[in-house]
Each structure stands twice: as C-alpha cells, then as structure tokens.
C-alpha cells in the first residue's frame, strides 16, 4: 500500500484556503473564519510552500487567484464536503431526508445556482424540494425564525444582523441597453449615463433606494424600479431606458434579446453574494449538508 498523501498538509488548511479563494481577502477570511489576520497569513504562506505557487497575486489593487487556485477551487468545495461526511458521527443521511429547504434570492442569483444545486438532488436526496423566492419587505424575520432556510444577497447591503453567513462569490455588474441606442455610441461620460432613463432593481417596499443607488452612492434617472432583473431586458430591447446587471446575468440575456453590454462609465465596485441563515439551523445536519450543496453550486469564474 502507497503512504497516503494526506500526511504532507494539514487538513486544517483546507477550509482555509477554499475561504481566501472564495473572498480573496485576508482580511475577510479572518472574519468569516473568526480567526486572526497573522493566522490566516500564516496559513497561507504554509500552503503557499505545499504547492510551491502564489495561489493568490496581488494584481490591480485586488488579490488575484493563479491558474494552479483555479484549479484547486473547482475541487475543493466537493472535496471538503465529502471529509466532512467522513468526519460526521451523526449518521446523517440525505437519501432519508424529507424536506422543503427555502432559499430567498433575486432572480439573478437563481440564474446562477439553480441548475448545480439541483444536479444529482434526485438521486442524493430524492426527498428533498428546492424553493426559490423572491426577497419579501420582512425577510429578516423569516430568516431568523427559520421560516427562510437561506437568504442569498450581496454582502454589506441587506440588513443581516445576528444571522450566520458565508460568502459565495463575486459579481461585476456591467450595463445594458438596446442595440443600436442612439445615445449609447463611443465612451459616455458618468453624466451622460447618469441621466439615461433607467431601469433599477429594487427587491421590495422595505428597500428605500434601488440597489444601483445604494452601491454607487450617486443617484440616476431611475423612470422603472422593478422587483425582478429578468424584467429589464424586455423593457430595455423595445426602448431607450438603460439598466445595470450582474455580468453573468447580461451574457446570459444578450444570447436571448437585442441588447449590447458595456462597462459603466464609473468605477462600481465588486459585489459579495453571501448566504445567510438562523443560528437555530447552524448545527442542523442537513442544513448543513444544504448549506455545502449551495456553496458548492457557486460559480467559480
């Protein structure tokens, strides 16, 4: 029998490392983690020498994952999953499990999980039902008393306190509109966007301003607020009125209406897409078999 492989790192550095790929920030690492800065750099620079490569490279102002992460990042959410199950004493098992898991999201981001987080659920958990729905104005409450099994959204922009999180990944939002605008030839100025018609999200009454406003912190000539993104591109294709989506989203759209893409004539930051739920269901196994097939279905690049 070969010596097993495992002897050459510790596991610990595992989970360690699926979080700095997830977040690529030390800093917020160390949050989601509850460990120390030094300690996460320390971890890092351990597995750093286990794969002898950067893993993650500063590049822009932003740390940056190498073709070897990458890699690496497509096969450990699986990977840890399953020693997990290994580890597990409580003999949890999914093909035994009766359950409606909730999950309350914008459209979009069911665009992005839908189909991993439902691959394979027949076989692995032939009793369990997936619900998606949209964010309603008292969705904290629902989060908190479990009513809602998870809540997926951006990061530092709902309102979370005192639940549970974990990141999930990133989104560039870009532009949209109709081909062949009048007003959208060359490189508009912010002033020029800003004043465009728009259509803006915003998820329900609770929310004040449009998600567009709150992110960029400037405001725009929103005519259109609308509840669901899949919306805007149907309004968009047949007038002059632009919007701001999730890139993904927009080369997902672009395939299926008359619509260009662009960059923003601003700097907008990244946004975060997290998952949220009840300390109530923290320790519940097959919560927390969810919570992994979730984390497992987002997408890597």
């Known amino acids: ?24 920030s030390v800093t917020r690492t160390a949050e989601h983690l509850h460990m120390s800065q030094p300690g996460v750099s320390d971890a890092l620079a ?19 994952p190498t073709q070897l992460a990458l890699a690496l990042q497509e096969e450990l959410n699986g990977s840890i999953e399953a020693l997990e199950r290994v580890i597990e004493r409580d003999g949890f098992d999914p093909k035994k499990l009766e359950r409606r898991f909730v999950i309350s999201t914008a459209d979009v981001v069911v665009l992005s999980l839908v189909n991993k987080v439902i691959d394979g659920l ?6 369990v039902t997936v619900q998606f729905e949209g964010i309603q104005a008292d969705y904290l409450d629902s989060v908190r008393t479990g009513e809602v099994d998870l809540l997926v959204g951006p990061h530092n922009v709902l309102e979370t306190k005192g639940l549970m999180e974990m990141e999930l990944y990133d989104e560039t939002l870009v532009c949209i509109a109709r081909r062949n605008h009048p007003k959208v030839k060359g490189q508009l100025s912010s002033r020029a966007y800003k ?33 669901h993104y899949t919306l805007m591109p149907v309004i968009v294709e047949e007038s002059d ?36 739920w009840s300390r109530i269901h923290d320790r519940d196994p097959a919560h927390k078999w969810f919570r992994n097939r979730v984390r497992s279905a987002a997408p890597t690049s």
């Open 1 to 24: 029998m070969r010596p097993s492989k495992l002897r050459s790192i510790n596991l610990n550095l595992l989970p360690i490392l699926q979080s700095l790929l997830t977040t690529r």
């Open 122 to 127: 027949e076989d692995e958990a032939p009793g």
């Open 46 to 64: 351990k597995l750093r020498a286990h794969y002898n490569d950067d893993l993650l490279v500063r590049a822009g102002g932003e740390m940056q």
């Open 195 to 227: 004043d465009l018609a728009h259509a803006a999200f915003r998820a329900n009454q609770r929310t004040k301003e449009s998600f567009e406003t709150t992110l960029v912190g400037t405001r725009q000539n929103d005519i259109v607020r609308l509840p």
């Open 241 to 276: 009125v632009v919007a701001m989506i999730p890139k993904r989203a927009a080369e997902y759209y672009a395939e299926r209406h008359r619509i260009q893409a662009f960059d923003p004539p601003f700097k907008v930051p990244n946004v975060t897409i997290a998952a949220y």
